[in-house]
């Protein structure tokens, strides 16, 4: 037949050319590999496309190492990796500001925490001073009072001599 490969390289798939298997893949054996279908005259080792060989392997590095080296030449990537490298740096100029800042925010905080732990403890320290002030007045009134001697109007109120007409007996 004109246009068909010759028999002896030809190899169909099963499942692809609905020879081996079918296409639905519901059926028994649907997880099965597809089996290569050789031509009477072929040796038997036909490589499915998925698999490749030392050769091919060598071609694909190949193939990397030229894109590779292309990329790395290209104008453009240059000017790309140099503008990421601007835009790396000033991020880095813009993280270390911003750490110094947050530092320095952090540093007047923690003097205005301590000016006012200060105060408080100096007002506190007053509050205490005052009331020992106001405890040692009370007390030097109490001994005052106590030497001095009940209140005259007192005395007279509760003195036992006294008599109902206001005059003391004798």
């Not at 091919?56 to 990796?81: C, D, I, N, P, Y």
């Not at 006012?116 to 001073?129: C, P, Y």
């Amino acid at each position: 037949m004109p246009g068909n490969p010759p028999c002896d390289t030809l190899v169909m798939y099963s499942g692809v050319s609905g020879l081996g298997g079918e296409m639905a893949r519901s059926r028994q054996g649907a997880g099965d590999p597809p089996v290569a279908i050789t031509a009477p005259g072929g040796s038997g080792q036909a490589l499915r496309p998925g698999t490749a060989g030392r050769g091919s392997k060598a071609v694909w590095g190949l193939v990397a190492l030229g894109v590779v080296r292309h990329t790395l030449r290209s104008r453009r990537f240059q000017e790309g990796m140099g503008l990421a490298v601007i835009a790396l740096g000033a991020l880095r100029g813009i993280g270390q500001d911003n750490r110094a800042s947050t530092m320095a925010r952090l540093s007047a905080w923690d003097k205005r925490q301590i000016q006012r732990l200060q105060l408080q403890a100096e007002r506190q320290a007053l509050r205490i001073e005052h009331k020992a002030e106001r405890h040692a007045r009370t007390v030097r009134g109490a001994r005052q009072m106590a030497r001095s001697g009940p209140p005259r109007g007192l005395v007279a109120a509760s003195d036992p001599r006294r008599t109902e007409g206001g005059q003391h007996d004798r």
